[in-house]
């Protein structure tokens, strides 16, 4: 919940409070008193498994740095460099053993790796007998694929579960803010009568201003032929 929103939400929690505490009673008023107080506890939940997906988001993202880094410098590295040579009559060979840049996306990184072990995979002996690497290298280096393309997927099922939640508390915020001018629409009899609670009300659903300065307004750079 951003900071807009929670402004809102607080005005909406103070619109309960005054309701209650002031005691305002009536058929008109208790149905949206209500759905105000649900919207609230669901906004309550939501923004708790928004706190958590954005942390998991935090921790998918070290997770698969740390995946790539691996990856990287402990298979792909040594099969690119002895690979063009043990390897040269390989279809696809010269570009299967093209180490992705560091910088490569999460996209493209796996589908270079399993480029690379589909044509070590046809004769993985050359690399155990004449290179000196060890037996299980190719299935390390699958799982190491594997571990990554796990760790993306997770991530990316966050991220949507993140946008989720996100819309769903907006339209929560967004209704609750209609609620309030309701109610205030409904209040004005009571509040025309009653100058102290028209002023306590005013105070509960309206939202301050931003404190702060205001930003800059940048200035248009002129033309060449302006002066």
């Known amino acids: 919940m951003n900071a807009r929103q929670e402004r809102k939400r607080r005005s909406m929690r103070r619109s309960v409070n005054v309701m209650r505490t002031r005691d305002v009673k009536g058929p008109q008023f208790e149905p949206l008193i209500r759905d105000l107080e649900k919207t609230l506890e669901r906004l309550t939940v939501l923004t708790s498994e928004q706190g958590s997906a954005s942390k998991r988001r935090t921790g998918c993202a070290d997770v698969i740095d740390r995946l790539r880094r691996e990856m990287r410098e402990l298979h792909m590295f040594r099969i690119s460099r002895r690979g063009p040579s043990l390897m040269k009559w390989a279809p696809d060979a010269a570009r299967a053993f093209n ?129």
């Open 99 to 227: 180490l992705p840049h560091q910088t490569a996306g999460n996209a493209t990184l796996p589908v270079s790796a399993r480029a690379m072990v589909k044509v070590v995979a046809l004769k993985p002996t050359l690399f155990t007998k004449d290179a000196g690497f060890p037996k299980g290298f190719l299935a390390e280096f699958r799982a190491a694929i594997k571990e990554l393309e796990h760790a993306i997927a997770e991530a990316k099922e966050n991220t949507r579960r993140l946008s989720r939640l996100t819309a769903e508390i907006e339209k929560l915020i967004t209704h609750g803010r209609a609620l309030q001018r309701m109610l205030d629409g409904l209040l004005r009899p009571l509040l025309h009568a009653d100058p102290a609670f028209a002023a306590i009300w005013r105070e509960a659903w309206l939202i301050p201003a931003r404190l702060g300065r205001p930003k800059k307004k940048k200035k248009k750079k002129k033309d060449d032929d302006e002066e």
